[in-house]
């Protein structure tokens, strides 16, 4: 899971001067996650859509900060190659999702 992975980045990657960085990632990683759960919760109606859509706004927020934490070099790559993955399916699957839920 991203949000699982992300905070173990932060635990073990953080420098100081990257503090922003790493909380900013780990809260928009975690937002995927608790934004599909709070967004089923509701049912299958709009406010099940709205948070799919927040959801996958966190996730393409999550994407560029991992891409940004790569340029910076503050996270090995073969850490980070996994994680990125991971996340491109998560938005993948949330776009899936959203096309399903939205009028077009």
Same mark, same amino acid.
């Given at each position: 899971m991203v949000s699982r992975e992300c905070f173990l980045l932060a635990r073990d990657?953080?420098?100081?001067w990257a503090?922003?960085?790493?909380?900013?990632l780990?809260?928009?990683a975690l937002s995927v996650q608790l934004n599909i759960a709070e967004g089923w919760s509701f049912g299958p109606g709009a406010n099940y859509?709205?948070?799919?859509?927040?959801?996958?706004?966190?996730?393409v927020e999550t994407a560029e900060l991992l891409?940004?934490?790569?340029?910076?070099?503050?996270?090995?790559?073969?850490?980070?190659?996994?994680?990125?993955e991971m996340n491109q399916l998560s938005r993948? %699957? %949330?776009?899936? %999702?959203?096309?399903?839920?939205?009028?077009?």
């Open positions: 990657c953080w420098v100081p503090t922003a960085l790493f909380g900013q780990q809260r928009s859509t709205r948070h799919l859509g927040i959801a996958y706004g966190s996730a891409d940004l934490a790569r340029e910076l070099a503050l996270i090995p790559a073969e850490r980070l190659g996994p994680i990125a993948r %699957l %949330l776009q899936g %999702l959203l096309r399903s839920r939205r009028p077009l």
